[in-house]
């Protein structure tokens, strides 16, 4: 086999690979977003949250957020988010403060941002629920 051929197999070879791959990664991605899209997110009962600084977290690749809830006398007085992978989802940074003025989960996701909306929304509440169990 000649060396052109050698090589020419081997770049087909390797656009397989990456067909492959690429194209894994999208049904995984496809199927988290479909999985975020079905969870409802809950409030937490804020009277049951007491004083303190709470972490959550959600990873839905390639999406993932980490939070931390200041709860002060029974209010959201703070969430700060610590990481926030998105990639095209930075829009959505504005929920943290939306559930502090809402005093709720029950915010609007933000459009074109809707994916990472609920990762983040959902590390919040992890983080709320983490409060009231322990």
């Known amino acids: 086999m000649s060396k052109r ?15 492959a791959v690429g194209g894994g ?3 995984v991605v496809k199927n988290n977003q479909k999985t975020v899209y079905a969870i409802d997110i809950q409030d937490v009962d804020l009277a049951l949250v007491q004083n303190g600084t709470y972490v959550g977290e959600y ?3 390639p999406v ?3 939070v931390e809830v200041t709860v002060t006398d029974h209010r959201i007085t703070a969430i700060d988010l610590i990481k926030h992978n998105n990639g095209q989802g930075g829009d959505a940074e504005v929920i ?7 005093q709720s989960l029950q915010v609007d996701t933000v459009s074109g941002a809707t994916f ?5 929304l959902l590390a919040i509440q992890n983080a709320l629920q983490n409060a009231v169990g322990e």
């Open 5 to 19: 051929k050698k090589i020419t197999l081997i770049i087909i070879a390797l656009v397989l690979v990456l067909a």
């Open 25 to 27: 990664a999208y049904i």
């Open 59 to 61: 990873n839905a690749f």
């Open 64 to 66: 993932s957020a980490k």
């Open 96 to 102: 943290p403060q939306m559930v502090v003025d809402a």
């Open 116 to 120: 990472s909306s609920k990762v983040i």
